[in-house]
Every structure is written in C-alpha cells, then in structure tokens.
C-alpha cells in the first residue's frame, strides 16, 4: 500500500473550515484514498473515501487532485468534538489499512 | 449496542501471564481485522479474518501471539507469556466483504482493550 504524508497537526477556530492536507505521490490506479479519524481513547471513526472523484457525505468533504498525488479532507464546519487524530490512508478497497501517525487537529474555541 | 463490542476494556496483567481479548464483530460481517496501538502512534494490523479463515497474519509481533475466529462470528486475541512491550490498545474491527452490496467501504472499529502489562 502506498504511503501518505501527513502534517503532524494543525490549529482551527471553531465553525471555521478545517482543510487537512494529504500527499500520497506513490498511490496505485487501483487505490483509494480514505480518512479515519481517531477521537480520544476511542477506535478509529470513517469519515470518507473515494477513488479520483471528490466526495462529500455529512461529515466532510474529500477533494483529489487530478493526478491523485494529494488530497485535502475538509469539515466544513468545525467543532470542539472535531479535535482528534485524522489519518489518511492508500488501500485497494476491502484491504487492510495502513494507519500513519497522522494529523493532530485541535479545533479551538 | 449494534457496533463493535470489545472486552475486557481494560487488563493489568503480570508480565508471563497469558492474557485473551475478545471481540465481537457486528452481526453479518465477515470480515474481521486486529490491530495494535501503542501509546502516541497510529494503529498497526496485526491479522485479518473471513469467516473463519485468517487469510493474513503478517502483522503478528511474535508466536507468542494467536488469533481465532472458530465460527466466523467471535474472536479472540490470546498473547501467551506477556511482557512489557505488549502494553497497547488492542483494536478490533469488522466489516462487510467488500463485494458484498451492504458494504460501504467502511470498517468498524470497537473502542479496543487496553492491556498494561506490569
């Protein structure tokens, strides 16, 4: 599975857009790209994927740029309860997931 | 509940103990995964199930590690002679095959068992 590069984490006022970069400049045709998210003392939470269309469902929004070499995660809303690990991870769908370490986001009032 | 349950939620155990966690998947869910996650880093796979097959156990640290599912359904991580280094979270997860018109590329996690070993 290809691996990511994430920042090590970010700052965002609350009800502001949280836009987390991911860089996955070796991703193969057949791999998606997924965001989990991982709030305190909790598993691992989905929050989307897709493959090189951009997808938006209640949670987020996924934007993949056009070579597939990055992709930006966005809340479009943040909250207090957004502040968490968000991990953006290359799989064929149905494979294991390789986590990284990840992007710390502390959403701050 | 309907997700992911996991126990015991937390274990202490003396380092030489054996120790077993285990997990129950969703119902209808197939396929089941474990990980490991230390303090401070991301999860790592530890082992994958279908049904009952486990199809990949590359991710086991060591033999002192064994994994079943004996009927597709419940599983169980037994870690035999346990040390210091075995301190983590384990975490269970769980989905629908991924040809299967239910899934929707989602996989279920529990809230993991944390296990300190002294």
């Known amino acids: 599975d290809a691996k990511t590069t994430q920042p090590p984490s970010m700052d965002c006022a609350e009800g502001r857009a949280a836009n987390l970069p991911c860089n996955h400049s070796?991703?193969?045709?057949?791999?998606?790209v997924y965001w989990y998210r991982q709030i305190h003392s909790q598993g691992p939470q989905y929050i989307i994927h897709?493959?090189?269309n951009n997808e938006t469902n209640e949670m987020a929004s996924l934007i993949i740029t056009e070579d597939r070499k990055s992709s930006t995660l966005i809340l479009p809303h943040a909250t207090l309860r957004d502040t968490a690990v968000y991990y953006c991870i290359n799989s064929q769908y149905g494979n294991k997931l390789v986590f990284g370490a990840g992007t710390i986001l502390r959403v701050k009032s | 509940g309907a997700g992911v349950s996991q126990s015991p939620r937390y274990k202490v155990a003396k380092r030489g103990q054996d120790v077993a966690l285990r997990c129950d998947p969703i119902s209808g869910h197939v396929s089941l995964f474990w990980y490991q996650q230390a303090l401070g880093q991301g999860p790592e796979f530890l082992t994958y199930f279908q049904n009952e097959a486990q199809l990949d156990k590359s991710g086991l640290p060591s033999d002192r590690f064994f994994a079943e599912r004996p009927e597709g359904s419940v599983s169980t991580l037994k870690i035999q002679r346990t040390q210091q280094e075995d301190s983590a979270v384990y975490l269970c997860a769980s989905s629908f095959p991924f040809d299967s018109p239910r899934d929707t590329g989602e996989l279920f996690f529990g809230e993991g068992s944390r296990l300190t070993v002294l």
């Open positions: 897709g493959l090189k």
């Open positions: 070796t991703i193969s045709g057949n791999e998606y």
